[in-house]
């Protein structure tokens, strides 16, 4: 991020950085909201020849239910072909760097617009739960600060019933079906 690092300069510090292919992603507290990007300088995808390169600018995520929106007010964002909840102002544009804080001043002010929501991992959840402390409440525990924390003991499992004798086992299925087609072949 050579030529786009002042755009990072602009960001408070909980903006949170991190590596993403093609360029690098950041997000604010549960939301990612910006990637910068000066991976290619291609305007060529999937056969059509677009106007502007395709990953060298500013990409804004953004749920595609929220897009026009978003661009009756900031018209000269695109819709990007490749990134579809992305919408993207290229470097190339004559007035990048003032559409560029334009749209980054309202994603600041955490307009609900702005962001796509980011999804936890199932790593990530199972983390978030063993973290949790295990407490027995079987014994009250309010002024016994100094004991040990302890695992509370599982609930013995019922026992498992047993068939009462003379009892039919459970009839094949099947063989049930087949029997019925018969008859009914039979009969017709």
Do not use: C
Not at 20 to 42: A, C, H, N, Q, R
Not at 94 to 99: A, T
Not at 120 to 135: L, P, S
């Amino acid at each position: 991020m050579n030529t786009l690092y002042w755009i990072e300069e602009l960001l408070p510090n909980e903006v949170i950085p991190k590596k993403m292919p093609g360029g690098v992603g950041y997000y604010l507290g549960d939301k990612f909201i910006l990637f910068l990007s000066e991976d290619s300088k291609t305007t060529l995808h999937k056969g059509i020849n677009y106007p502007f390169q395709l990953f060298y600018g500013v990409f804004f995520p953004i749920v595609k239910l929220k897009h026009n929106a978003v661009i009756a007010k900031f018209q000269f964002l695109e819709n990007h072909p490749v990134k579809k909840e992305w919408l993207y102002i290229p470097a190339e544009n004559e007035n990048f760097e003032d559409e560029v804080r334009l749209v980054l001043r309202e994603v600041l002010r955490k307009n609900p617009l702005f962001g796509i929501p980011v999804k936890e991992t199932a790593a990530e959840k199972r983390a978030r739960e063993n973290a949790d402390e295990i407490i027995d409440t079987r014994k009250p525990s309010l002024f016994n600060t100094d004991a040990p924390k302890q695992k509370p003991q599982p609930k013995p499992k019922p026992a498992a019933k047993s068939k009462a004798p003379g009892k039919k086992p459970k009839e094949n299925q099947k063989a049930i079906n087949e029997l019925l087609l018969n008859i009914a072949k039979r009969r017709n």
